[in-house]
């Protein structure tokens, strides 16, 4: 409890990305929902089925693995860019449950 970040997400000012998965293990489902209302508006959710812990990783694998969790970060970062343009690269303060299944080249 002393390490918990919940106390502090109802603070959170700067537009944060929350990338996690139902599966995992160290940060079980009855914490996500915990983080969901206590979140301030500024903390986007990005919770997946699939994933485990930091298990992102598709593609064909060894040779061509993609990064999904890292791709996610990235359109998150240049959605919230000074200056820029990108139409729906976050959902400022939602929460969307993706199924990583069905992006291209994931697990």
Do not use: K, Q
């Not at 995992?24 to 983080?35: G, H, K, N």
């Not at 990005?46 to 694998?61: D, E, K, P, Q």
């Not at 959605?79 to 291209?104: I, P, Q």
Request: aromatic content about 8%; overall charge positive.
């Amino acid at each position: 409890r002393r390490a918990s970040c919940l106390p502090l997400l109802g603070r959170i000012t700067t537009p944060v990305l929350c990338i996690s998965a139902l599966d995992d293990p160290f940060l079980p489902a009855e914490c996500l929902e915990r983080v969901r209302r206590e979140a301030s508006p500024s903390v986007e959710r990005l919770w997946t089925f699939r994933g485990g812990h930091i298990g992102f990783v598709g593609g064909s694998a060894p040779w061509r693995p993609r990064y999904w969790a890292e791709e996610r970060a990235i359109a998150f970062l240049a959605g919230h860019a000074v200056g820029s343009d990108r139409v729906g690269a976050g959902t400022r303060g939602g929460m969307a449950l993706a199924d990583n299944r069905t992006e291209e080249g994931s697990a």
